[in-house]
């Protein structure tokens, strides 16, 4: 993963350019013609035939093949789901109640935490949304280093609440993230020794890490709307957790898009290797506001 310098050097080369008003979704009744999508479905890689039983795979941490089944799943899908990942479920309430209190405050509130066109940290866009003409159905907080300065501008009174709940969130994601890289790594016959840059204990000190909030709130036309557009993640390894969110997809090459079901319980992991070029998408629902 890059070096957060990386990261920021990145982000300033190539800025955010997105001439929008940042809209209060709750006050909608109907869809504005900046965020209308009139060609969500892609007749190229269509949705597959609910009949077709193909899904992502399930993989359980700890089964004794663990190493085996989730080579098989990079090789084969380049995402997987995973149980008994060891997450705290109290952990996971946490993150997803601070999430919905950041998403609910009023617009002008979060503005105030607004992220720069080339910053890394703070409210705004996707940004992948300059490669897009239409506008997308959600909302994201992108966090990379401490959390404090933005939190202070969003919660006068109780931000060190919310910092604590997402360095928790962010030292047990990064545990896992790490113990999911060396079982891939392992998948591949790669072992501490073989890695360098991995140092004496196998781990990496250059690595980084950046945690993503995104917000869907509820559409009064989800069929003409694209809550996140199809795109491939740059980082090494992506960690999903869906929470009861609906709408995530993924593109099979060969089948089309299949919809990953959300478990409250499980964790969505995509992977960069032998598949290098997975794409997902995240569709909106007629459902009330959740966050992922």
Not at 275 to 288: F, G, N, S, Y
Request: hydrophobic share 35%.
């Amino acid at each position: 993963m890059p070096s957060r310098s990386l990261l920021a050097d990145a982000f300033r080369a190539h800025p955010v350019h997105v001439h929008q008003k940042h809209i209060d979704f709750t006050s909608l009744q109907e869809i504005p013609d900046s965020h209308k999508w009139t060609q969500i479905d892609d007749e190229q890689h269509p949705l597959v035939d609910p009949l077709i039983t193909e899904s992502v795979p399930v993989i359980d941490l700890s089964d004794p093949n663990v190493l085996q089944n989730i080579g098989h799943a990079c090789k084969t899908w380049g995402v997987l789901q995973v149980t008994n990942h060891g997450i705290p479920t109290s952990l996971l309430e946490n993150i997803e109640s601070a999430s919905r209190s950041l998403f609910s405050l009023p617009i002008q509130q979060k503005l105030k935490a607004a992220r720069s066109p080339d910053g890394v940290s703070g409210y705004g866009v996707a940004r992948i949304s300059s490669f897009f003409s239409k506008l997308m159905w959600s909302e994201g907080f992108t966090i990379v280093g401490s959390p404090l300065e933005h939190f202070r501008q969003l919660w006068s009174q109780d931000y060190t609440k919310f910092c604590d709940i997402i360095e928790e969130y962010k030292k047990e994601m990064q545990k896992l993230a790490r113990r999911l890289t060396w079982l891939m790594l392992g998948s591949l016959g790669i072992t501490k020794k073989d890695l360098k840059w991995a140092g004496s204990t196998g781990e990496s000190e250059k690595g980084s890490a950046a945690l993503q909030l995104n917000y869907y709130p509820a559409c009064p036309d989800p069929d003409q709307a694209m809550g996140l557009a199809a795109h491939t993640d740059s980082t090494l390894l992506t960690i999903l957790y869906q929470s009861n969110t609906s709408g995530l997809q993924v593109l099979k090459e060969g089948i089309g898009w299949i919809t990953v079901p959300p478990n409250p319980r499980w964790a969505c992991c995509e992977c960069r290797g032998p598949t290098p070029h997975l794409i997902k998408r995240d569709v909106p629902e007629c459902a009330p506001p959740s966050s992922g």
